[in-house]
């Protein structure tokens, strides 16, 4: 049985969300309260006795100069992976929601690893088309550090599986280095780090109003910003949701990097998770594979220092609805 809920009724989608072992917050209804230009919509798959089985939370946005939309499931959907029943009836409703809202197509990226090959033969099967890109192309990055921390009780069994380097870099830091939370007063500060830092990294920041968004809309949304003399050195962003805690938006002021205040965030964001006991940190995502010849293993040696491993999902799915117009569309943005 398929049920559909709007975003001021979703309580039971959220609370199957924190519950799941793939747990993510891009499946909740707060993301799309941050993604608020986009229509939200969730999906909910019950067995016989009502009991959820399986969840898909939906982003509907508009096709620019057209009265078509694309329907976007991020890190979704979620439910057993050997139950591939629920998934199929998931996509299924989709497919009824695409009429609703002239969908021109329907994206998914659940965190299944790529060594599923049921999943991937199913898909397939299914009329689904792959991009298994390993780089930031993808709306999210399939190939990712995540740190188990199921074994590691204690923040001395947290720094030993550090790489001594990185034991250096912390020791360091936490003799000048200050911890505080962020607020939406300390945005202006952080929107000037995140400048700095795309202009080296080469990407462009979200909008003050994005952010604004994230820290005051999004269930488990937190600010950390390390100081030094009293001055903001280095922030993240970071959210917890049930089994895991995500790192995600880091940035720096150019010359406040010598105390290294990006590693001491992260030692602290990691000791926290640990101290709340999640299973799970999150790095995020990498480009390419750990290969010491792709060019940007550096950032590869960064997040294995942490302790971290190398993780590698299934990729990005995309069933077509409006074939010839998604062509078209493809075409125009090439």
Known sequence: MIEIVDIDHAAEIDAFVRAH???????TSSWGRVKNYSDWVGLICRDERGAIKGVMSILVSKVNHTNMTRLYAPRGPLFDEADLDTFRALIDAAKKLAKKYNAMVLKIDPMIPNENEV?????KEMGFSVNTAADF?????????????????????????????????????????????GTENDLPDFIEMMKQTGEKNGFHPHSMQYYKAFIND??????????????????????????????????????RLKN??????????????????????????????????????????YKQSLGSTFVCYCGEFYYVYKPLAYKALNLIHK
């Open 119 to 123: 999943f991937l033969s199913l898909t």
């Open 21 to 27: 072992e793939k747990c993510h917050f891009e499946q």
């Open 137 to 181: 192309s993808l709306s999210n990055p399939r190939v990712a550090y995540v740190t188990d921390l199921s074994g590691i009780h204690t923040h001395e069994e947290l720094f030993a599986i550090y790489h001594r380097t990185m034991k250096g870099h912390i020791r360091k830091a936490e003799k000048t280095l200050t911890l505080r939370m």
């Open 218 to 255: 999004l269930e488990g949304a937190s600010f950390w910003i390390a100081e030094e003399d009293g001055l903001p050195a280095a922030a993240t962003f970071a959210v917890e949701l049930g089994n895991r805690m995500w790192y995600m938006y880091g940035c720096s002021f150019r010359d």
């Open 260 to 301: 290294h205040p990006n590693e001491f965030l992260q030692w602290k964001m990691q000791c926290h998770a640990v101290d709340q006991g999640y299973r799970y940190f999150d790095l995020r995502g990498v480009e390419g594979f750990p290969d010491p010849e792709n060019p940007h293993y550096g950032l590869h040696r």
